[in-house]
């Protein structure tokens, strides 16, 4: 009974996805489950910042986005409730392995979106993982095979697609490169290539970016499909 009143849920929210109002300021105006929405409205998310207004509608809807905006204006969540509802709505369960990819050129920066996942996820039953140079390789590779998502640095990523056997990522639905610009800015061109020609073509990909440069339009390029592009400009 429980698996039917999910699935009638499940179909409901998919219809308002499909016709849902573009001009939302709020979080509770997007279609999300219940899951996010609870921990969004526990952290204290209330009204979407511009770049999550105008990317969340796209991304929600499983288009690509090219995403330019600021230091500080609110992308990490323009990508991570994306990350969430696709997964739920696709059923992900810990048999299905990894699910969603999110890059971060820094392990500072991949340590800060974990935490937010962490945060508004709290609700969904979905393994994370925090995959960083640094810290042991042995136990992330004992426990990659276990996670739905993941988020990285290039350097290490690569190295576990090489070098760990059994990791699969055949399944992944769901690609986010959050800072692209600073991702090249590092020198991770060569290894950001590598680690995308290894994921599934038919995925979703989310590209953020503070500045827009030729290299991230290069990337951009190479990475997505018909994306929806989103600037937001400071107000002068
Ligand atoms: P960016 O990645 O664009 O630099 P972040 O995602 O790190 O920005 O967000 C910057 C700050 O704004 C963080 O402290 C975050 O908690 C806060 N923030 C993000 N979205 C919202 C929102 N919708 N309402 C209030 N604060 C927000
Ligand atoms: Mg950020």
């Not at 001009?23 to 999300?32: G, I, R, V």
């Not at 640095?153 to 490169?177: A, E, I, K, S, Y």
Request: charged letters at 25%; one cysteine or more.
């Amino acid at each position: 009974l429980k698996r039917k009143r999910d699935d009638e849920e499940l179909a409901a929210l998919e219809k308002r996805v499909s016709e849902f109002d573009l001009q939302a300021t709020e979080f509770s105006q997007l279609p999300l489950t219940k899951q996010t929405a609870n921990g969004l409205h526990r952290a204290h998310f209330k009204t979407l910042t511009d770049i999550q207004r105008r990317a969340l509608p796209a991304a929600l809807q499983g288009r690509d986005v090219l995403g330019a905006a600021k230091t500080g204006s609110g992308k990490t969540l323009a990508f991570l409730v994306p990350v969430l509802e696709l997964l739920y709505r696709k059923k992900w369960s810990s048999l299905d392995g990894l699910g969603a990819l999110i890059i971060s050129p820094t392990r500072e920066l991949a340590t800060q979106i974990f935490e937010v996942l962490r945060k508004i996820g709290c609700e969904h039953a979905f393994s994370a993982g925090l995959v960083i140079g640094g810290s042991g390789l042995r136990e992330q590779r004992a426990a990659l095979h276990r996670m739905n998502i993941l988020v990285c640095t290039p350097g290490r990523m690569l190295q576990h697609m090489d070098q760990t056997v059994g990791f699969n990522l055949d399944n992944v639905q769901l690609l986010v490169l959050d800072e692209a610009d600073r991702i090249l800015d590092m020198g991770f061109r060569t290894t950001l290539d590598a680690i995308i020609a290894g994921l599934p073509r038919s995925r979703q990909t989310l590209l953020f970016s503070a500045t827009q440069t030729s290299n991230v339009a290069d990337l951009a390029r190479l990475s997505l499909s018909n994306p929806e592009y989103i600037a937001v400009h400071e107000a002068a």
